[in-house]
């Protein structure tokens, strides 16, 4: 009796042993399931190892074309449509399906007329399988049609039959850079603007940015930097901050890098022996070829960039994207692959599969032609290309739907003109921050576009075109020494010297860095990322009230707001310690939430 007591007992623990670890393994199995890895953004196949542009305006022979896969297919093997299309580079936009469900952008920016970012993932006319299965993809044609021909052709059947839409959209592969004249092509607006591009204004002008000799005092005294009692268009930075937020904001940099490893994690070494952190990662694999190619090597305009966005929010994590190459010239595949590379990454955890807490920054700008420059290349079939650029602004817009904040630099095309251009594209769309720039005065400077705010940027003067013929507005950051201009032997010392910013330029062949001084929008841009970091911080990466504390912290400008058809409302100058005051984020306490969770 004892051993058939015993023997119950044993099988009854041994029963129990194998529930347990039956169970266990069902709660092993369960969580490995959840927290496996996401899906992430990937390509096949190879960009060409050089490309060129034999009308400075996009890449020869080759096309983007995005949509669900099947109906792509369909479109590029019809025999029909005799598009003599072969493949290079095969991307899966897949990735977005395990992201969470997109957010409305509930707060749009003062630009009410520019351009919608509404995606083909967030369209509900799109089944589960088509959005499941969209791609980013590169074609090269065989040269017998002209691109704007075979793009016409697939655009027709992609999506001009509003009855049965394929929603399939082609583009060309556009030149893209921060300089525009002299560097990736003519100039497309302003009447060939020295100011150019999303950047610098040395473009056709100075071969080199000067390099005086600038010390951290000079940096952190900048006019830019300065309370608007003593400068009108000083952002007002404050000597340290406040933050009620251990998670801090990365902000991505998209621009040129002077590291051109495929990844690297960089200690930075500032003037004054501090340091910071920098993750860089090379999208770049295309040499790109203009017809008159830059002589001058702009690197560093990235690390300019990113030296702002640092002074500014000194704790954000900061991860520069190379996708320029050190002349300037890149192309709109390798940035559109570089903003889904990057949402991938920053939205692979399961616990947070989106971009909350997250700033975008792009100084730089692809050039879709304004009616001017198109009237006088009638060569180009311009009424057959679509100028919302679909690739670009399904990977701009996704980035917003998941909840970052964009910011673009609007461009300097508007030197000579009585209005200021319309913003360059992505500072063009909708939901993205375009940001002007604006004189030790508070005025909009001369050469800007339009934008939604502004932050310094430097400001052009009266000079002389490279022809002799007068213009009142030259880029001058390279005549700091002038007598005329910020001499040092006058009372102004170089960093009060309203002509350009300040920030960072690498000493070659090492990870330490000096201080430059540089003009445009390219540079207004960081310090707008730099303020969205820092709300961001106070508000517990709530994208709206982030949104709210610089809207609502902005000094107004000083002097009259030129008109533009781009601009209906402005919000002014950031002012730093304004934005991130209390009484500005009780203001914007009371918003509604919809950043992701």
Known sequence: MENIRSSTVNSSNRRIIALVLILT?????????????????????????????????????????????????????????????????????????????????????????????????????????????????????????????????????????????????????????????????????????????????????????????????????????????????????????????SDKANVAVFDTSPWSQTTLNITVSLPDNSTFDLEVTNEVQTTVVVNNPPTYNISDHGLFVAGLIHAIAPESKLHLIRVLNDDGCGDLMTIATAIHHY?????????????????????????????????????????????????????????????????????????????????????????????????????????????????????????????????PCVPRASSWNNPADCSLTKSLAIYECKYGVISLSRKAGTNSTEYIYWVGTSFASPLVSGLAAQALDHVQGDREKALCLIRAGASPRGGPIPLSSAVTVDWGIINVTNSLSLAVKQACENMPTSTPQ
């Open 25 to 245: 393994i069902i709660i092993l199995i369960l969580c490995l399931w959840f927290y496996r890895p996401l899906k992430a953004f990937s390509c096949t196949g190879n960009p060409p190892a050089s490309e060129k542009a034999s009308n400075d305006i996009f890449m020869d022979n080759q096309i983007i074309i995005t949509g669900p896969q099947a109906s792509v297919q369909a479109i590029v093997s019809n025999p029909q449509l005799k598009l003599g299309l072969t493949l290079l580079e095969d991307c899966d936009l897949g990735y977005l399906g395990e992201r969470s469900a997109p957010q409305p952008a509930t707060l749009p920016t003062a630009n009410q007329v520019k351009e919608p970012t509404n995606t083909l993932f967030a369209n509900p006319a799109l089944t589960e399988d088509q959005r499941n299965s969209l791609v980013l993809r590169l074609y090269q044609t065989d040269g017998s049609r002209l691109v704007e021909d075979v793009i016409r052709d697939i655009n027709r059947i992609g999506h001009g039959d509003l009855e049965h839409p394929q929603y399939v959209y082609a583009d060309p592969n556009y030149l893209t850079d921060p300089l525009q004249n002299g560097s990736c092509g003519n100039p497309f607006s302003g009447g060939g603007s020295p100011f150019s591009g999303g950047g610098s204004a040395y473009a056709g002008y100075y071969p080199t940015p000067p390099a005086p000799a600038l010390s951290v005092n000079d940096f952190l005294h900048q006019w830019a930097f300065l309370d608007t009692t003593a400068m009108p268009g000083g952002i007002a930075l404050p000597a340290t901050f406040g933050s009620s937020s």
């Open 343 to 471: 949402i991938s990454q920053m939205s692979a955890a399961r616990t947070q599969p989106n971009l909350k807490n997250v700033v975008m920054n792009f100084s730089l700008g692809v050039h879709v032609p304004d009616q001017e420059y198109r009237d006088r290349n009638p060569d180009v079939k311009w009424n057959e290309l679509d100028d919302e650029l679909a690739s670009l602004k399904e990977a701009i817009g996704n980035a917003n739907d998941l909840g970052a904040i964009i910011v673009a630099a609007a461009g300097n095309d508007s030197a000579g003109l009585s209005a200021p251009a319309e913003p360059e594209l992505p500072a063009g769309y909708e939901h993205v921050l375009a940001v002007a720039a604006n004189n030790d005065q508070g005025q909009w400077s001369c050469y800007s576009n339009a934008g939604d705010l502004s932050a310094p940027g430097g400001d052009g003067g009266a000079g002389e075109n490279p022809d002799g013929s007068p213009n």
